[in-house]
């Protein structure tokens, strides 16, 4: 959820994002553009979700490790936001 998170990332090494990939809708919630209000811009590292670990790198998101029994192509399927494979990673 919203709110309060500021003081979790102010200051702090590293920041890792634990969530949901899809919404209960079954639709992706790692989108291209955030349209809520930042709590705090460009400071997440990492995001893990059920479906996939990613980095946060400088054109966006790297795909470096796929949850048990996910292909490339369902994160393909429910990933809106860019993101590249890191070498080696295959489904």
């Known amino acids: 959820g919203m709110g309060g998170a ?3 990332v102010a200051g702090v ?3 890792v994002v634990i969530m ?7 639709e992706t919630k790692l989108l291209k553009e955030c349209s809520l209000p930042l709590t705090g ?3 997440v590292d990492r995001v893990i ?4 670990v990613f980095d946060v790198v400088e054109d966006g998101l790297k795909l470096v490790e796929l949850a048990d029994g996910v292909t490339l ?3 393909a399927e429910k990933t809106e936001a860019k993101y590249t494979v890191a070498d ?3 489904a």
């Open 88 to 90: 080696g990673l295959a």
């Open 13 to 15: 090494q590293r920041v």
């Open 73 to 75: 192509e369902e994160i």
């Open 20 to 26: 949901d990939h899809t919404n209960k809708a079954g």
């Open 49 to 52: 979700t059920t479906l996939g």
């Open 6 to 8: 500021m003081d979790l």
């Open 41 to 43: 811009k460009g400071c």
